[in-house]
């Protein structure tokens, strides 16, 4: 019997996502490693569904001994119409120790010189935007002085 190849996956631009941060919060050393939470306060999701962010997200990092940030983020975003979206992302930030120093005192880096990339979970009671929970997204992040801009990818 011959051996049945799966398809090659693509990528096909779904949303574009600007979240606002407040200030950080850094609950220093626990026992999962040096946590900091960073809220969410504010933004826009545009492309396969327009939205506005909800404040009260947050980011519940994790900084590692070698400098990366493993990231951990929870927040809502509500339609025009009022339908809600959670979305979750995980991933890494991760860079050589000036680059994400410079990135921690909010000082502009390009993003060439850092790797900032994540997965993300959708999830809605919206019929019109089911299809968002049978698909697997991955997004390259920008980590400026306030927020934070990715475009998300739908996996094929």
């Known amino acids: 019997m011959d051996a049945v190849t799966a398809p090659v996956p693509g990528l096909e631009r779904a949303l574009d996502v600007e979240a606002r941060l407040g200030p950080i919060e850094d609950h220093g050393m626990t026992r999962a490693g040096h946590r900091r939470v960073v809220p969410i306060v504010g933004g826009h ?29 929870r927040y809502s975003a509500r339609t025009a119409g009022g339908e809600h979206v959670f979305i979750r992302t995980f991933g890494v930030r991760s860079g050589p120790p000036g680059v994400l120093a410079a990135l ?14 994540i997965g993300l979970h959708l999830e809605t009671s919206a019929p019109r935007l089911a299809g968002l929970e049978r698909s697997i997204f991955v997004a390259s992040a920008v980590r400026e002085a306030d927020l934070v801009r990715y475009t998300a990818y739908r996996v094929t």
Request: aromatic letters at 12%.
């Open 45 to 73: 999701v545009r492309g396969l569904f327009d939205a506005e962010i909800l404040h009260g997200g947050a980011d519940w990092q994790l900084v590692r001994p070698d400098g990366a940030v493993e990231i951990d983020t």
């Open 104 to 117: 921690g005192r909010g000082e502009p880096v390009d993003p060439s010189e850092y790797y900032f990339r």
